[in-house]
């Protein structure tokens, strides 16, 4: 079945440096999204990519996925400690299915 | 927020018992899933629908049943709760199969 991998599983940073964390399907996916959850809360969408080889910007964050619609990852230039929390990516077949990778979790020192 | 409402919000029961837990949303989605959080695991899905009375398996769907009679409920149910099912219970609603999906507060579930 579709499986998603995600890594690394846990990533401290230095406030100021930068951060990336990775997400690898077993299958082509239809579209990758990418989810924040900080602390003691519940996932948040961030973004959707869709096309091959798309990259996408908010602020500080740059998304990209890979030609192949197997891959895909996020980068956080300079982080903040507002930045802290789990990153998701999930992968969607066209069946609907949504899966989650394992997440990585960000820490930010100050 | 989406409209979604997971009851209850924290659970405490014992092995062997029959626990449900309800999703109820108030946005019209076509899509919902459930899914269970647990440290190193990530979000793993459970069981999702895709319309009313049309469900499929997750990845973890040994032990879980679920339904749907109607479009903004979908239950989950634990027909014996066990000790491995411990723990942190997610809701979600998606328009379609393929856009963003929305997250409920989530169910605490202790089995002891």
């Known amino acids: 079945g579709q499986q998603v991998m995600q890594i690394p599983q846990y990533q401290h940073v230095q406030e100021g440096e930068d951060f990336t964390t990775y997400c690898n399907s077993s299958?082509?996916?239809?579209?990758i999204q990418w989810y924040k959850q900080r602390p003691g809360g519940h996932p948040v969408f961030l973004i959707q990519l869709v096309k091959s080889g798309e990259v996408k910007k908010q602020k500080r964050l740059t998304f990209q996925f890979g030609e192949a619609k197997k891959n895909s990852s996020l980068h956080i230039t300079a982080t903040q400690t507002t930045d802290v929390g789990t990153y998701f990516c999930a992968g969607t077949n066209q069946g609907g299915k949504l899966i989650f990778g394992q997440g990585t979790e960000l820490s930010v020192k100050p | 927020d989406a409209g979604i409402t997971q009851s209850p919000r924290h659970k405490v029961t014992e092995t062997g018992t029959p626990v449900t837990l309800r999703c109820h949303q108030t946005?019209?989605?076509?899509?919902m899933y459930w899914y269970r959080q647990d440290p190193g695991h990530g979000l793993r899905l459970i069981h999702y629908s895709y319309g009313v009375k049309d469900t499929d398996k997750g990845e973890v769907s040994d032990g879980y049943s679920v339904s749907r009679s109607k479009t903004e409920d979908f239950l989950l149910t634990l027909e014996s709760a066990t000790s491995s099912q411990t723990s942190v219970y997610f809701c979600a609603i998606s328009e379609q199969g393929n856009t963003e999906a929305f997250f409920g507060q989530g169910t605490r579930l202790t089995v002891v």
């Open positions: 299958t082509t996916l239809s579209n």
């Open positions: 946005e019209n989605h076509r899509y």
